[in-house]
């Protein structure tokens, strides 16, 4: 992020996301799965899967910090608004790939790739000390996603995909700022 002196910021933001919590994985392989819900491996065991949730999003934003209860001008309130572009899916692990219904291609039929547009915006206090040693921001920050699918065939549903979807996410941010100052000129006399 970029600050001006009259405190506009501009910036540009990756995240990478992950998680384990899946709504309906128990529903996702139900195709391929025995009537308990278990997947057969190549073996003739049961196979180990496990779901996580990964994704990633790039962010334009711009907003302004208001100081209010600050310490120096460069603190306050601030207020972020910006649109993006976010994509996520459902990784479907297998220890020891021993299951081939969810290797390769197949694992693809079942993952919900989907991407699509999204815009955020966030409000908290941004601190930065006038020492420079201790530069944090904490706020709450929401985001609306557009999204559709981007695979052709979904093997669960056993057909195309067609679906817009709308989702929504929200939480309480914490960033640690590094931040790089500009160098005030030295004085110079030449005699």
Same mark, same amino acid.
């Given at each position: 992020m970029l600050k001006t002196k009259s405190n506009w910021i501009i910036g540009v933001e990756g995240n990478f996301m992950f998680g384990q919590s899946i709504k309906n994985s128990d529903s996702l392989l139900m195709n391929i799965s025995t009537p308990d819900g278990m997947?057969?491996?190549a073996n003739g065991f049961?196979?180990?899967?496990?779901?996580?949730?990964r994704g990633f999003n790039f962010l334009g =934003?711009?907003? =302004?910090?208001?100081?209010?209860?600050?310490?120096?001008?460069?603190?306050?309130i601030m207020i972020t608004a910006g649109g993006g572009y976010?994509?996520? =899916?459902?990784?479907?692990?297998n220890p020891g790939n021993t299951a081939p219904q969810i290797l390769g291609d197949y694992k693809k039929g079942y993952d919900k790739l989907n991407g699509g547009w999204t815009i955020t915006g966030s409000l908290g206090y941004l601190y930065l000390s006038n020492t420079r040693l201790l530069n944090f921001y904490?706020?709450?920050?929401f985001m609306q996603v557009w999204s559709k699918s981007l695979r052709k065939f979904d093997?669960?549903?056993e057909k195309e995909d067609t679906r817009n979807y709308s989702s929504q996410f929200y939480g309480i941010k914490f960033c640690w700022f590094i931040p790089l100052y500009k160098r005030t000129p030295k004085e110079y006399y030449l005699y």
């Open positions: 997947i057969i491996d049961y196979a180990d899967i496990i779901y996580y949730e =934003k711009f907003g =302004k910090i208001i100081p209010i209860l600050s310490p120096n001008p460069n603190c306050g976010l994509q996520n =899916k459902i990784r479907i692990h904490l706020g709450f920050e093997f669960q549903e």
